[in-house]
């Protein structure tokens, strides 16, 4: 069944496509193949194959709920020693996975997000602050680093009413840096024959995991002791019931929830708002255009409010644009849940999985163009958006198991950035050449920006 499916040319028994490739760029390599070998391609590390899918149709056909589903494999498998069977390790069929859902989901409506605002404006306020030292000092600024401060603050305060002080740190947050070594070792396991090979690095990873434990351990403790916060996801975690069966998540479950959502809820939306940092540092039209929307949406000085925020529709698509371009969390594996053909031509067997190379979705020629790889936020107008194929931008996976705090990291993301634009000019260092560092999740690599107090603001 296999054997239709095309793959790179030189194949060494043991390495098999490895050589040649980076140990580091795992996504950035298979773009390469990819842009070789078409829609499909299979890749080989060592003993296992991987079918590699980015054609759009054929990405079409696997959002189809009724025949494929998740398949957690490769890194996110690799996170289960981290995130057990959290919402986003869980296997379809852990019973832990629905009753998480369904308890999670109103932590995220309309209602709850409103709620939200107001902590996501404070830790704006205090990226901001530390912005205005770093423009008074004449130094530039770190924006992964501090876009990372930004969200880690955002997640924790609004949903477990934690304070990891990050803006009052010179190095990032411990619980960052183990992070950090977990999501590493979790993609360098895919790019090893054996894991043995990596035995010191493991004992580092099992540092790391009983750090993250530790630190989230004080936290719910700390919540039991003092009694419930003002309805965040811990109260929703540790005190709601599911609305049918009554059930509640058990500690340990707890414990993967608050993992899960402290590392998911800002690892990947930092790196969008740095890419859009980066784009807009280099787009001066762009961010005229943006910058002219904030001012007349929200004027010079008055603090948004919530519904303000999504009205700021052309730096929504500026972020829609950078996350299609840099999906931050680059692709997503689906699996067969019956035997059945992918898009009429490649047979699958039931358990038979593929991986979505989001990061290529988003640069198919026949969707986007031959100009594909040009930032355009207008791709995003709602009349080209109406035009487009469905299932050809999937920067928060699809179906069932797709981002539950989609509409929390667009929120944030939106708001923090027509606040920057507001502030600030942006100066890029012309030397610059993005290179994007790959640790499961996708960051620009020292990026640094020179800021501007603008003439005009407040
Ligand atoms: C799932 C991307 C922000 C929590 C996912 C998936 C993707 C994704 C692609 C599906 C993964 C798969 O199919 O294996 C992103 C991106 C974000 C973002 C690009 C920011 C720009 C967030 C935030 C939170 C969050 C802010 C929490 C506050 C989760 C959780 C899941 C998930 C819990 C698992 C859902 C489930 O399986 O039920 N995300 N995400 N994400 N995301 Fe996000």
Not at 232 to 258: F, I, K, W, Y
Not at 335 to 357: I, K, N
Request: some cysteine; proline content about 7%; hydrophobic content about 40%.
């Amino acid at each position: 069944e296999l054997f239709r499916i095309p793959r790179p040319p030189h194949r060494l028994p043991l390495l098999g496509d490895v050589l040649g490739a980076s140990r580091r760029t795992p996504l950035q390599d298979s773009l390469r193949f990819a842009r070789e070998l078409g829609p499909i391609f299979r890749r080989r590390a060592f003993d296992r194959e991987f079918v590699f899918v980015w054609g759009s149709e054929l990405a079409a056909d696997m959002a189809d709920e009724a025949r494929f589903a998740k398949h957690v494999g490769l890194g996110v498998a690799n996170l289960r020693p981290v995130a057990g069977d959290g919402l986003f390790t869980a296997y379809n069929h852990e019973p832990n996975w629905q009753l998480a859902h369904d308890v999670l989901a109103p932590g995220f409506s309309r209602e709850a997000m409103a709620g939200y605002h107001p902590m996501m404006l404070a830790v704006a306020d205090r990226l901001m602050d530390h912005w205005d030292r770093a423009l008074t000092a004449g130094r530039s600024v770190d924006v992964p680093g501090d876009m990372t401060k930004l969200t880690l603050e955002t997640i924790a305060r609004t949903g477990f009413g934690h304070d990891f002080g990050s803006f009052e740190r010179s190095r990032p947050h411990p619980f960052v840096t183990a992070m950090v070594g977990t999501l590493s070792y979790a993609q360098r396991l895919n790019t090893v024959p054996w894991p043995f090979l990596l035995r010191r690095a493991a004992r580092r990873n099992e540092a790391d995991i009983a750090h993250l434990n530790d630190t989230v351990d004080d936290l719910v403790r700390a919540r039991i002791a003092d009694g419930p916060g003002d309805g965040d996801l811990l109260d929703r975690m540790l005190g709601t019931s599911h609305p049918q069966t009554g059930e509640r998540l058990c500690a340990e479950n707890v414990r993967r929830q608050v993992i899960t959502f402290l590392v998911a809820g800002h690892e990947t939306t930092s790196g969008a708002l740095s890419f859009a940092l980066h784009y807009l540092s280099r787009h001066p039209d762009v961010t005229a255009r943006a910058r002219a929307e904030v001012d007349r949406v929200w004027g010079p000085t008055a603090t948004p409010g919530y519904d303000q925020v999504a009205r700021l529709r052309y730096v929504r698509r500026v972020l829609d644009e950078a996350l299609r371009l840099w999906p931050t969390a680059p692709a997503f594996a689906r699996e067969a849940r019956e035997d059945t053909v992918l898009g009429g031509a490649h047979p699958m067997r039931r358990g038979a999985w593929a991986l979505v190379l989001t990061a290529m979705l988003h640069r198919d020629p026949e969707v986007w163009g031959a100009d594909a790889e040009r930032f355009d936020p207008d791709r995003f107008d709602p009349k080209a958006v109406r035009t487009r194929a469905p299932h050809t931008f999937k920067p928060f996976g699809t179906g069932a198991r797709a981002c539950i705090g989609r509409q929390f990291a667009l929120h944030e993301a939106t708001l923090v950035l027509g606040l920057l634009l507001r502030r600030y000019e942006f100066r890029s260092d012309p030397a610059y050449r993005l290179r994007v560092t790959e640790r499961l999740t996708l960051m620009p690599e020292g990026l640094r920006l020179n800021l501007d107090r603008r003439a005009a603001a407040p």
